[in-house]
């Protein structure tokens, strides 16, 4: 056990070197979808945001079920209503989600510079639109390559 600070706070966890073992033994958390995801990071960066705001940051229509998705694992929660005709709620990340990825606080999420760079390390093409290619030839997306470690993302095998 390792003791890390986290969301402000202090908490226990697996050492590093004992996590394969643990993996046999207890069930892996389930994966969210990458709607879910997509949505996650885009109010995760862009916190407080509305439901249209994601939409037309994500260029689609966000179905409520990742929302739900979201509230049921503690990930985002409701901060208020804009004050804009309709009221629409504004969504933020909660302490779960500082928790869920073993951030101290939000300014440990990798900068919009390093998150270009690992684009561009994963061979990423972007089309005009602003959408992504995926990864030349494969048709996964520039973030399949890569895993969660600490402060950022590496590359899978580095």
Known sequence: ?????????????TAPDLAPRLTRVMPRPRRLARSTMETLAIIAYHQPCT??????????SLSQQVLDTLLEAELILP??????????ILWGTSAGFLRHFGLKDLGDLPRREELLW??????TRRHAGGGH???????????AGLRYAGRGCTRRGS
């Open 1 to 13: 056990m390792v003791l890390v600070e986290v969301a402000g706070g202090w908490q226990f966890r």
């Open 51 to 60: 439901r249209a705001e994601i939409e037309e940051i994500r260029g689609v």
């Open 79 to 88: 901060l208020g209503r804009k004050e804009v005709p309709g009221r629409p």
């Open 118 to 123: 690992m684009c561009r390390q994963s061979g």
């Open 133 to 143: 290619a995926g990864r030349r030839g494969t048709g996964r997306p520039w973030y």
